[in-house]
């Protein structure tokens, strides 16, 4: 069975500051992860996701995040927030790509940006 | 781009009322699932489906539950007797064959609220 982890329910950044949300995930097999953002009023969006390859991901609007096997985390980073990051991220794991293997979210990390 | 839409986005009703939840998933895709978020904790998976059945369903997905896809377009999610534990955001997302969970789009949401 597959689990993740968030730590922190809520982070307040300033504008310009390092943004690091953490997530930790459990697996008993090579776990594929993700990180979803949702914006206020709207759905769940890809931000990126790893799948065995590269162990560093990088995705859209300028985030990143480690697969880091020895640690069991896939923390999301992103150099210099912007008002416009402010959302609700979510870690998922899933065991399998594709068909209908379902997604496991963690509870969410609300990332606040202060001007 | 294609989107995954959902109606209504807010629905209110009192217990033990019938709700439906509605999704047009995107025309070419065939998996389809819904996940909700009750307020507060993580996303859930309920279930998913796949030539015309369910291909896999949680816990939660009790005899209250039932989904179907009426017309080839219209994805739909039923509560027969609602609860007010029910009360969440639900979340409808679609796949195409063969794609990884990159390629799995959500619907922006139906917050229900069980009076």
């Known amino acids: 069975a597959q689990s993740v982890t968030q730590l922190g329910s809520h982070v307040s950044v300033s504008e310009g500051a390092l943004v690091l949300l953490r997530c930790n995930y459990s697996?008993?097999?090579?776990?594929?992860l993700f990180w979803y953002v949702q914006y206020p009023n709207q759905g769940l969006q890809l931000l990126l996701k790893?799948?065995?390859?590269?162990?560093l991901v990088k995705g859209i609007n300028g985030f990143e995040a480690e697969f880091k096997k020895s640690e069991t985390s896939f923390h999301l980073t992103k150099p210099s927030a912007h008002m416009s990051d402010a959302a609700e991220y979510f870690c998922?794991?899933?065991?399998?790509?594709?068909?209908?293997?379902?997604?496991?979210f963690g509870k969410g990390t609300k990332l606040t940006v202060n001007p | 781009e294609p989107e995954v839409t959902q109606t209504p986005s807010h629905q209110v009703t009192q217990m033990g009322q019938e709700v439906i939840l509605r999704c047009v998933p995107i025309?070419?895709?065939?998996?389809f699932y819904w996940y909700r978020q009750i307020l507060g904790q993580k996303v859930e998976f309920l279930v998913s489906?796949?030539?015309?059945?369910?291909?896999?369903k949680s816990e939660i997905f009790d005899d209250q539950f039932s989904v179907e896809r009426p017309d080839g377009s219209n994805f739909t999610l039923k509560i027969r007797s609602t609860k007010l534990e029910d009360s969440a955001m639900y979340f409808c997302?679609?796949?195409?064959?063969?794609?990884?969970?990159?390629?799995?789009?959500f619907g922006s949401g139906t917050q229900l609220s069980v009076l």
């Open positions: 998922a794991v899933s065991a399998l790509e594709g068909g209908s293997e379902k997604l496991v």
């Open positions: 697996s008993s097999v090579p776990p594929y």
């Open positions: 790893y799948t065995s390859a590269a162990t």
């Open positions: 025309s070419n895709h065939l998996y």
């Open positions: 489906f796949y030539n015309n059945e369910i291909s896999e």
């Open positions: 997302a679609s796949m195409a064959q063969g794609a990884g969970h990159e390629k799995l789009f």
